[in-house]
Nanobody, 128 residues
Framework: QLVESGGGTVQPGGSMTLSCAAS????????LTWFRRVPGKGLEWVSS????????WYADSVKGRFTITRDNDKKMLYLQMNSLKPEDTAVYRC???????????????????????WGLGTQVNVSS
Protein backbone atom coordinates (compact mmCIF):
# COMPACT_ATOMS: atom_id res chain seq x y z
CA GLN A 1 0.00 0.00 0.00
CA LEU A 2 1.15 3.52 -0.81
CA VAL A 3 -0.37 6.64 0.72
CA GLU A 4 0.56 10.15 -0.40
CA SER A 5 0.34 13.29 1.71
CA GLY A 6 1.53 16.87 1.72
CA GLY A 7 -0.53 18.35 -1.09
CA GLY A 8 -2.42 21.62 -0.93
CA THR A 9 -2.38 25.11 -2.41
CA VAL A 10 0.73 27.20 -2.85
CA GLN A 11 1.51 30.42 -4.69
CA PRO A 12 3.67 30.44 -7.81
CA GLY A 13 7.31 30.41 -6.84
CA GLY A 14 6.57 28.62 -3.60
CA SER A 15 7.69 25.25 -2.31
CA MET A 16 6.02 22.08 -1.15
CA THR A 17 7.13 18.61 -0.09
CA LEU A 18 5.10 15.53 -0.90
CA SER A 19 5.43 12.28 1.04
CA CYS A 20 4.52 8.72 0.18
CA ALA A 21 4.28 6.14 2.97
CA ALA A 22 4.64 2.47 2.09
CA SER A 23 3.46 -0.63 3.88
CA UNK A 24 2.88 -4.30 3.17
CA UNK A 25 5.88 -4.98 0.95
CA UNK A 26 9.69 -4.98 1.09
CA UNK A 27 10.22 -1.32 0.31
CA UNK A 28 13.95 -1.55 -0.38
CA UNK A 29 13.38 -3.96 -3.29
CA UNK A 30 11.36 -1.45 -5.28
CA UNK A 31 12.18 1.43 -7.55
CA LEU A 32 9.85 4.37 -6.93
CA THR A 33 8.30 6.96 -9.17
CA TRP A 34 6.19 10.09 -8.92
CA PHE A 35 3.59 10.62 -11.64
CA ARG A 36 1.08 13.44 -11.98
CA ARG A 37 -2.24 13.79 -13.68
CA VAL A 38 -3.34 17.12 -15.07
CA PRO A 39 -7.11 17.54 -15.60
CA GLY A 40 -8.04 16.35 -19.08
CA LYS A 41 -4.71 14.61 -19.66
CA GLY A 42 -3.14 11.25 -18.89
CA LEU A 43 -0.51 10.43 -16.33
CA GLU A 44 2.77 12.25 -16.75
CA TRP A 45 6.03 10.80 -15.46
CA VAL A 46 7.74 13.24 -13.09
CA SER A 47 10.67 11.57 -11.35
CA SER A 48 12.08 8.20 -10.31
CA UNK A 49 14.60 6.88 -7.79
CA UNK A 50 16.27 3.48 -7.71
CA UNK A 51 15.84 1.06 -4.82
CA UNK A 52 19.05 2.13 -3.06
CA UNK A 53 18.37 5.83 -3.53
CA UNK A 54 21.63 6.32 -5.42
CA UNK A 55 20.26 7.11 -8.88
CA UNK A 56 17.52 9.55 -9.81
CA TRP A 57 15.75 10.63 -12.98
CA TYR A 58 13.69 13.75 -13.73
CA ALA A 59 11.39 14.96 -16.45
CA ASP A 60 12.77 18.00 -18.25
CA SER A 61 9.82 20.05 -17.03
CA VAL A 62 10.85 19.65 -13.38
CA LYS A 63 14.62 19.21 -13.59
CA GLY A 64 16.41 21.65 -11.34
CA ARG A 65 13.25 22.44 -9.37
CA PHE A 66 12.16 19.06 -7.93
CA THR A 67 14.18 16.61 -5.83
CA ILE A 68 13.22 13.01 -5.20
CA THR A 69 14.52 11.16 -2.16
CA ARG A 70 13.68 8.07 -0.16
CA ASP A 71 14.26 6.69 3.33
CA ASN A 72 14.31 2.91 3.23
CA ASP A 73 14.39 2.59 7.02
CA LYS A 74 11.20 4.62 7.34
CA LYS A 75 9.67 3.24 4.13
CA MET A 76 9.09 6.75 2.85
CA LEU A 77 9.38 8.48 -0.51
CA TYR A 78 9.56 12.26 -0.86
CA LEU A 79 9.30 14.89 -3.56
CA GLN A 80 10.66 18.32 -2.71
CA MET A 81 9.16 20.83 -5.13
CA ASN A 82 10.61 24.33 -5.43
CA SER A 83 9.88 27.27 -7.73
CA LEU A 84 6.44 25.90 -8.37
CA LYS A 85 4.54 27.02 -11.46
CA PRO A 86 0.81 26.98 -12.26
CA GLU A 87 1.48 24.19 -14.76
CA ASP A 88 2.63 21.97 -11.87
CA THR A 89 -1.00 21.84 -10.70
CA ALA A 90 -2.00 18.17 -10.74
CA VAL A 91 -2.80 15.11 -8.69
CA TYR A 92 0.52 13.55 -7.74
CA ARG A 93 0.73 9.80 -7.34
CA CYS A 94 3.56 7.55 -6.19
CA UNK A 95 4.18 4.10 -7.63
CA UNK A 96 6.48 1.16 -6.83
CA UNK A 97 8.10 -1.24 -9.30
CA UNK A 98 9.82 -4.44 -8.12
CA UNK A 99 13.47 -4.44 -9.18
CA UNK A 100 15.39 -7.63 -9.79
CA UNK A 101 19.07 -7.81 -10.58
CA UNK A 102 20.76 -5.30 -12.83
CA UNK A 103 20.26 -1.62 -13.40
CA UNK A 104 16.68 -0.37 -13.19
CA UNK A 105 15.12 1.39 -16.16
CA UNK A 106 12.23 3.39 -14.67
CA UNK A 107 8.95 2.68 -16.46
CA UNK A 108 7.34 5.83 -17.78
CA UNK A 109 3.94 6.56 -19.31
CA UNK A 110 4.18 3.72 -21.81
CA UNK A 111 4.86 1.05 -19.17
CA UNK A 112 2.48 1.88 -16.36
CA UNK A 113 1.53 -1.78 -16.12
CA UNK A 114 5.01 -2.53 -14.77
CA UNK A 115 4.19 -0.89 -11.44
CA UNK A 116 3.08 -3.21 -8.66
CA UNK A 117 1.72 -0.64 -6.23
CA TRP A 118 0.04 2.75 -6.64
CA GLY A 119 -1.10 5.44 -4.28
CA LEU A 120 -4.40 7.24 -4.76
CA GLY A 121 -2.75 10.64 -5.07
CA THR A 122 -2.57 14.04 -3.44
CA GLN A 123 -3.76 17.28 -5.06
CA VAL A 124 -1.29 20.10 -5.63
CA ASN A 125 -2.63 23.49 -6.66
CA VAL A 126 -0.28 26.29 -7.69
CA SER A 127 -2.27 29.47 -7.84
CA SER A 128 -2.14 33.07 -6.76
Amino acid sequence: QLVESGGGTVQPGGSMTLSCAASGFTFSNYGLTWFRRVPGKGLEWVSSIDKAGTETWYADSVKGRFTITRDNDKKMLYLQMNSLKPEDTAVYRCAADWVGGGRWDPPKEDRLIDYNYWGLGTQVNVSS
